[in-house]
Structures are given as C-alpha cells and as structure tokens.
Nanobody, 123 residues
Framework: QVRLLESGGDSVQVGGSLTLTCVLS?????????MGWLRQAPGKEREGVATIFVPASTTYYADSVAGRFIISQEPGKNTVYLQMHDLKPEDTGMYFCASDLQGRPSDFNFRTWGQGTQVTVSS
C-alpha cells in the first residue's frame, strides 16, 4: 500500500518562501513515475499545483504558480519537494502530495493522496 507523508507547512508572510517535502513509501510499482502537489483553500475545490515525471524530472505547473514554485525530486529516495517562493495570500491552503497519475500531467488527476500540510500566507 502506497503511503505519502507531507511536511514543511507553516505560516509565512507575503513574499516569503517555504519548501514542502513528500516521502513515498510502501508498494510503488507502477504508481510513482508521476508525482505531484495539489492544494485546497477553505471553501474551494482542490486544484493542481505541479507535477513531476520522476524518471526524467520533467515538470508541469499550474499557471497560478509557474515561475514561483519549483517541484523536484531526490533520485532513489522516493522524495519530492515543492519549493515555494514569493508567496501570496491566495497560496494559502492545505497542500497534498499525490501519486498514481491518471491521464495527462497537466490534468493533475491523481489517485493516491497524503494527509496534507497546511500553508498559511498572511500580509
């Protein structure tokens, strides 16, 4: 059974930076080639943030975070990071790590999720 554990969420001020970490464990065969991050703000639907194709480190970003966020992975460690820079209040939300992509990377349609880590950006 695949497990995803996120960490690194915190409260920061506008313009600040944070790095989130996701560690994948358990059975990963056929499910971990693509990993991603999604977020959900209070009262809003979950939205995709970034996806990475692990074997080649190819990345995809939502327009709302492109140029500010960087998704990366640590080879052989089943670990994915999300570096977040120039944070804005609209970046506030619960951030979820995910694996087992269904469809295109830009669809952010994953089947396995972690419990999430909270990011709060205040002015």
């Amino acid at each position: 059974q695949v497990r995803l554990l996120e960490s690194g969420g915190d409260s920061v001020q506008v313009g600040g930076s944070l790095t989130l970490t996701c560690v994948l464990s358990g059975s990963t065969y056929g499910t971990s080639d693509y990993m991603g991050w999604l977020r959900q703000a209070p009262g809003k639907e979950r939205e995709g943030v970034a996806t990475i194709f692990v074997p080649a480190s190819t990345t995809y970003y939502a327009d709302s975070v492109a140029g500010r966020f960087i998704i990366s992975q640590e080879p052989g460690k089943n670990t994915v990071y999300l570096q977040m820079h120039d944070l804005k209040p609209e970046d506030t939300g619960m951030y979820f790590c995910a694996s087992d992509l269904q469809g295109r990377p830009s669809d952010f349609n994953f089947r396995t999720w972690g419990q999430g880590t909270q990011v709060t950006v205040s002015s």
